[in-house]
């Protein structure tokens, strides 16, 4: 699969959680935020399934998209992409840099920790 762009991204997160959708619905959630027309939304969703990024099916009149990906997957790919390229393959520059973006709170900082011993005992 290709690395999606920012809009596909965008409709990709939706189907992650809404499993399968309608054009219409996607274009009606993605409304809720920002402007955009019918139109975009079904030919970025088109090109998606192009790219092999939704399954789509055409039985009936109406088109249900659904994400040919899983999240995970698709989330360990970006990442490993933005650390090779951007953070000369240190996985420690890349955690670094989004923990010092914003503070993270106690939960998040007691999951890391969590996480960390996890790896340590592998």
Do not use: C
Not at 56 to 77: C, F, G, L, M
């Amino acid at each position: 699969m290709s690395k999606p762009t920012e809009a596909e991204l965008e409709i990709l997160s939706l189907l992650w959680e809404m499993n399968e959708a309608t054009v219409r619905q996607i274009h009606e959630r993605l409304s809720e935020t920002k402007e955009t027309g019918y139109t975009t939304t079904l030919k970025i969703m088109q090109i998606m399934h192009t790219k092999g990024m939704v399954t789509r099916d055409d039985k009936n009149r109406t088109h249900i998209y659904r994400p040919a990906t899983n999240q995970k997957e698709t989330q360990r790919s970006l990442i490993k992409n933005l650390m090779t390229s951007a953070f000369g393959g240190s996985a420690k520059s890349l955690v670094m840099q989004a923990l010092g973006q914003e503070k993270p709170s106690r939960e998040e900082l007691d999951e890391i920790r969590a996480f960390l011993d996890q790896l340590e005992d592998k």
